[in-house]
């Protein structure tokens, strides 16, 4: 079964970057968008950013202007370039992937930023 391996969170402090990176261990049929979920504790899951096929990007209003999401579909890779972080983006993020077929996520990943 094809997992997603995320590398790159940790420790920063405010004013930061961190950058995030999401590979799945194998091919995912007709797969359409990757994108980044962070959740806190006691509150859902919420979208980062995504990225599709077609290159269109969607942020979170929270994020705009500080993240940067890229990647390449075809290649099953996306990146969560994250600056100017604040200690209410700590969080656990999780890569997902989006197919025809199915949904995908990573184990999560933490990113804390102190202040």
């Known amino acids: 079964q094809v997992q997603l391996v995320e590398s790159g969170g940790g420790l920063v402090q405010a004013g930061g970057s961190l950058r995030l990176s999401c590979a799945a261990s194998?091919?995912?049929?007709?797969?359409?968008?990757m994108g980044w979920f962070r959740q806190t504790p006691g509150k859902q899951r919420e979208l980062v950013a995504q990225?599709?096929?077609?290159?269109?990007?969607n942020y979170a209003d929270s994020v705009k202007g500080r993240f940067t999401i890229s990647g390449d579909i075809a290649k099953n890779t996306v990146h969560l370039q994250m600056n100017s972080l604040k200690p209410e983006d700590t969080a656990v993020y999780y890569c997902?992937?989006?197919?025809?077929?199915?949904?995908?996520w990573g184990q999560g990943t933490q990113v804390t930023v102190s202040s």
């Open positions: 194998g091919s995912i049929f007709r797969l359409y968008a």
């Open positions: 990225i599709t096929s077609g290159g269109d990007t």
């Open positions: 997902n992937a989006r197919s025809t077929y199915t949904s995908l």
